[in-house]
């Protein structure tokens, strides 16, 4: 039904759900959710340690959703669920040692390896050695990296260097030769388009950075903004829009224009406090993990009073909306 709440769900103990709303009543929720499979790998990180998780999970849609096991293998599984054996019958798997993923579409999809090399990936699914045979490697010594099309990534390299990389994908040489240089000393980052990016760098200190283009450090240091300091993880909206959450725990709204850390703190709005993790879908809709591990819905204006609960012992969600997949 149109506006219908929905999320993917990993527990503390592996399993994942599909839970549909309304929100509020967890024992209601319970009864309907459906399971979709069982040892799901924990939550990875971007930057290591105990910082900045992401789910190990990407649904397509309501019905399409991809799984890194806690084996490290990587599958396709399609709907229905319900019924964890009816999924594993039907899943496809996409590749093994997987680190971390993004799924453009059913039919391809960006894979790190647990070796550090970058590859993108097509479809047809289910026959690994055919897979590895066509699919062309990216980079290499890659920690993390986030997708903006087939042709386009930012990519952040174990030494902390984040650089903007073009295709065409096959040859690393050539992608090492065309590539630019965003910045250095990078710990987390997240590009709002091909021109500007926000970065936190290995001091906690965020910045607004864009391409005057690309490749000169000095140039993009010269003219960044400063949005805060002290930060655990990000999630912008645009540009002027952005939800960070402090070393703390607090997780705060927070508004351009940026270069004033003293300014956007009088500005900016709280939205909770004790959280771990949280996903913010275009809507402004907020998934909220705190620190004993519920998970939270809420909507502006944020706080107590706007919040329902959704699940508890969590520690990873990935929601839909209006059954149909926003990108964060």
């Known amino acids: 039904m149109p506006g219908q709440l929905q999320a993917f769900v990993r527990g503390m103990d592996g399993n994942l759900w599909l839970e549909t709303g309304p929100w509020g009543d967890i024992a209601q929720m319970v009864a309907r959710r459906l399971q979709v499979d069982g040892d799901v790998s924990n ?22 959703i991809f799984v890194c096991g806690s084996d490290g293998n990587l599958w396709y599984e399609p709907a229905p669920y319900g019924d964890v054996s009816t999924v594993i019958n039907n899943r496809l798997q996409v590749d093994g040692n997987v680190a971390q993923f993004w799924a453009l579409n059913s039919e391809m999809i960006f894979v790190l390896g647990t070796d550090g090399n970058l590859w993108l990936e097509f479809g047809p699914w289910g026959d690994v050695p055919f897979m590895i045979e066509r699919r062309l490697q990216v980079d290499g010594n890659v920690s993390s990296f986030q997708v903006m099309d087939e042709n386009t990534l930012f990519v952040l390299g174990m030494d902390g260097n984040l650089w903007f990389e073009t295709g065409p994908w096959g040859s690393v040489s050539n992608t090492i030769a065309n590539r630019r240089q965003v910045d250095g000393n990078v710990m987390q980052f997240w590009a709002v388009d091909n021109g500007a990016v926000f970065v936190t760098g290995n001091d906690l200190n ?26 655990n993880d990000i999630q912008p909206i645009d540009q002027n829009t952005i939800f960070v959450m402090g070393h703390d725990g607090n997780l705060w709204l927070e508004f351009a224009p940026f270069g004033d850390v003293a300014q956007t703190v009088q500005t900016r709005q709280l939205v909770d406090t004790n959280v771990l993790g949280f996903d913010v879908l275009p809507t402004m809709e907020a998934y909220i993990i705190d620190g004993s591990q519920n998970l939270w819905f809420e909507v502006p204006p944020y706080g107590q009073a706007n919040r329902l609960a959704v699940d508890a012992t969590v520690n990873a969600c990935y929601p839909l909306f209006s059954e149909q997949f926003l990108s964060r």
């Open 206 to 231: 965020l910045w607004l950075e864009q391409a005057w283009p690309w490749g000169d450090v000095d140039q993009t240091i010269e003219f960044r903004a400063q949005v805060d300091a002290n930060v």
């Open 43 to 64: 939550v990875f990180s971007q930057v290591g340690g105990t910082r900045i998780w992401r789910p190990a999970f990407q649904p397509l849609n309501v019905n399409e």
